[in-house]
């Protein structure tokens, strides 16, 4: 028979480890099932002009990244940057230099887009996405979905006139070998916003979310624990942040699931768990900012992630449509929070 002690220690253990879950890896609200509804013409519209982008971006230019193919990177940030202006945008270009790496001098740009806020202009939400690529691959999903997304928001917001300020920004020198390094563009940025001690509020990283699937256990996950908590079937979004970043964590997630019909799962985790840091939220962080990673988890579903054949008719432009629209309201919330 177990003793008392054995019982009394098992369930304080079943206690912890069911704690450990909820404030981890579960938000509050509950994730669609069933269907991601037609899409309405105006989100058809939007559809056609994301596959545009995309496949200027991962198609057209293609590899782009500054040790292997800088004329290419230049073309990105070129065309992001005329994308930005025949919406109405006025755009900046915060340029440093690279020379690591054997490299002499490279110049690179982040390029910021801001309509200022009309209530609370000091409060700043951050919307960005990285556009180089991992060096040899196009990077359609990875992160031209990202690039496209991020023009698509800033076409819908420029001539509103949010409470809060909003900074749409592309950044360069997400991959390897920069990533995570003082020569990583949003940790430029996000150190010059530290350095001018703007407060920023919010910052939502765009990454690879463009990939979508319905087939059975197509989703795997860095730990285990995550696997008895959220779907195995590849079709949701997922928006991860730090324990720090908890409250925007919910804010975004309510947002969301208070509009969209699409299975969504959310989890605030230790930065040391794999994928968790894996984008430009992480020089936010660093930083002391509140960020936001949204994201299809491609690295534990996409099959063509970090290869060249991340191409762009890899990408599920009907649900990528449908999310980018819902991402239009989870911007919205954010920049009208009083």
Same mark, same amino acid.
């Given at each position: 028979? +177990?003793?008392?002690?054995?019982?009394?220690?098992?369930?304080?253990?079943?206690?912890?480890?069911?704690?450990?879950?909820? +404030?981890?890896?579960?938000?509050?609200?509950?994730?669609?099932?069933?269907?991601?509804?037609?899409?309405?013409?105006?989100?058809?519209?939007?559809?056609?002009?994301?596959?545009?982008?995309?496949?200027?971006?991962?198609? *057209?230019?293609?590899?782009?990244?500054?040790?292997?193919?800088?004329?290419?990177?230049?073309?990105?940030?070129?065309?992001?940057?005329?994308?930005?202006?025949?919406?109405?945008?006025?755009?900046?270009?915060?340029?440093?230099?690279?020379?690591?790496?054997?490299?002499?001098?490279?110049?690179?740009?982040?390029?910021?887009?801001?309509?200022?806020?009309? *209530?609370?202009?000091?409060?700043?939400?951050?919307?960005?996405?990285?556009?180089?690529?991992?060096?040899?691959?196009?990077?359609?999903? #990875?992160?031209? !979905?990202?690039?496209?997304?991020?023009?698509?928001?800033?076409?819908?917001?420029?001539?509103?006139?949010?409470?809060?300020?909003?900074?749409?920004?592309?950044? !360069?020198?997400?991959?390897?070998?920069?990533?995570?390094? #003082?020569?990583?563009?949003?940790?430029?940025?996000?150190?010059?916003?530290?350095?001018?001690?703007?407060?920023?509020?919010?910052?939502?990283?765009?990454?690879?979310?463009?990939?979508? !699937?319905?087939?059975?256990?197509?989703?795997?996950?860095?730990?285990?624990?995550?696997?008895?908590?959220?779907?195995?079937?590849?079709?949701?979004?997922?928006?991860?942040?730090?324990?720090?970043?908890?409250?925007?964590?919910?804010?975004?997630?309510?947002?969301?699931?208070?509009?969209?019909?699409?299975?969504?799962?959310?989890?605030?985790?230790? *930065?040391?768990?794999?994928?968790?840091?894996?984008? #430009?939220?992480?020089?936010?962080?660093?930083?002391?900012?509140?960020?936001?990673?949204?994201?299809?988890?491609?690295?534990?579903?996409?099959?063509?992630?970090?290869?060249?054949?991340?191409?762009?008719?890899?990408?599920?432009?009907?649900?990528?449509?449908?999310?980018? #629209?819902?991402?239009?309201?989870? !911007?919205?919330?954010?920049?009208?929070?009083?």
């Amino acid at each position: 028979m +177990f003793s008392r002690k054995a019982v009394i220690s098992t369930a304080l253990f079943i206690v912890l480890v069911s704690s450990f879950l909820f +404030f981890m890896f579960r938000i509050p609200g509950k994730s669609y099932h069933g269907h991601v509804p037609p899409l309405t013409d105006e989100q058809i519209v939007l559809r056609e002009q994301l596959r545009k982008d995309v496949t200027e971006l991962a198609g *057209e230019i293609g590899d782009r990244n500054v040790n292997t193919e800088y004329e290419n990177l230049c073309k990105a940030s070129d065309f992001i940057e005329k994308s930005f202006v025949d919406a109405g945008c006025k755009v900046s270009r915060q340029c440093y230099e690279v020379s690591q790496f054997g490299l002499e001098g490279r110049e690179c740009y982040n390029l910021e887009v801001e309509i200022t806020g009309s *209530e609370k202009p000091d409060d700043i939400v951050v919307i960005g996405a990285h556009y180089d690529s991992l060096e040899g691959t196009p990077g359609a999903n #990875d992160n031209a !979905t990202g690039v496209a997304a991020l023009l698509a928001l800033a076409r819908a917001f420029i001539h509103k006139k949010p409470v809060r300020t909003l900074r749409f920004v592309a950044f !360069t020198n997400e991959e390897p070998p920069y990533f995570q390094s #003082d020569n990583m563009g949003s940790f430029v940025y996000a150190r010059r916003c530290r350095e001018r001690k703007e407060n920023v509020v919010a910052m939502l990283s765009l990454e690879t979310i463009g990939y979508y !699937t319905d087939v059975e256990r197509s989703q795997n996950f860095p730990s285990g624990l995550m696997g008895l908590v959220f779907s195995t079937t590849g079709n949701f979004i997922s928006f991860v942040g730090n324990i720090k970043s908890r409250r925007l964590l919910r804010d975004v997630t309510g947002f969301f699931r208070q509009y969209a019909k699409f299975p969504s799962e959310a989890a605030c985790l230790p *930065e040391q768990i794999a994928g968790v840091a894996w984008s #430009d939220q992480w020089s936010f962080w660093r930083n002391g900012y509140p960020g936001i990673m949204v994201t299809d988890t491609a690295p534990f579903r996409y099959p063509y992630y970090h290869t060249d054949e991340d191409t762009p008719e890899k990408i599920n432009y009907n649900r990528f449509a449908y999310l980018v #629209d819902m991402l239009k309201k989870v !911007t919205a919330g954010l920049a009208e929070s009083r």
